[in-house]
């Protein structure tokens, strides 16, 4: 069955200022698009993956038929980093994060300032293209990372409960070269509770 473009759960606008509604335009209905499109374009020469779910085809990207691997790598990639970006965010959201998360990241680094202040090293000092994760183990121990173009954590078996896409794509009309102020008006749109119930999923 052909991958499709989810929908947003709120309005383009909704995350403004934060955000701005051309970029969620854009970024969802182009970029994201671009990815369903290229990544189905890719199946269809290795039919053998047509039941691979878009989890099947991040978490084993090795077994995937090298003709393919790279467009599978680079628009599966980019389908599920998007499809999960889209989800962490809300209107109305930010703040502190609560609960067994707010307590796994107050224990992990110290404190919600601390963890940001990491967060944020992660995401500003990927050069060029990627991602900044927050990745949780079975034991619940949390780890930041930073992934290249459209990887991610799955790739290698690893389970995100957050992801900041870095990409220019995402903040350069508003934002323009200073991703250091995007990531610092991110936070005031992050669905901790999204992110609460990847952490218990672990």
Same mark, same amino acid.
């Given at each position: 069955m052909a991958h499709t473009l989810p929908a947003l759960g709120y309005a383009v606008n909704a995350l403004?200022?934060?955000i701005d509604a051309l970029?969620?335009?854009?970024?969802?209905?182009?970029?994201?698009?671009?990815y369903v499109t290229n990544l189905n374009a890719a199946i269809d020469k290795a039919p053998e993956l047509a039941n691979w779910t878009l989890g099947d085809l991040c978490r084993?990207?090795?077994?995937?038929?090298?003709?393919?691997r790279t467009a599978v790598r680079n628009?599966? $990639?980019?389908?599920?980093?998007?499809?999960?970006?889209?989800?962490?965010?809300?209107?109305?959201?930010?703040?502190?994060?609560? $609960?067994d998360i707010g307590a796994a990241i107050t224990k992990t680094f110290g404190d919600f300032?601390?963890?940001? /202040?990491?967060?944020?090293? &992660?995401?500003?000092?990927?050069?060029?293209?990627?991602?900044?994760?927050?990745?949780?183990?079975? /034991?619940?121990?949390?780890?930041?990372e930073s992934?290249?173009?459209? /990887?991610?954590?799955?790739? /290698?078996?690893?389970?995100?409960?957050?992801?900041?896409?870095?990409?220019?794509? &995402?903040?350069?009309?508003?934002?323009?070269?200073?991703?250091?102020d995007y990531v610092d008006a991110w936070w005031n749109v992050v669905n901790w509770g999204e992110v609460a119930k990847r952490y218990a999923a672990r």
């Open positions: 403004e200022p934060h970029t969620m335009t854009i970024h969802h209905d182009k970029h994201h698009n671009a084993n990207i090795a077994q995937v038929p090298e003709s393919v628009n599966g $990639g980019g389908h599920w980093n998007h499809s999960l970006f889209w989800e962490l965010m809300a209107p109305n959201a930010g703040g502190a994060p609560s $609960g300032g601390k963890f940001r /202040d990491a967060f944020k090293a &992660a995401a500003t000092s990927r050069f060029g293209s990627g991602w900044a994760w927050l990745v949780a183990g079975r /034991d619940g121990a949390l780890t930041i992934t290249p173009n459209q /990887d991610n954590p799955l790739m /290698d078996g690893k389970h995100a409960v957050l992801g900041l896409d870095v990409w220019e794509h &995402a903040y350069y009309l508003k934002y323009q070269n200073r991703r250091p």
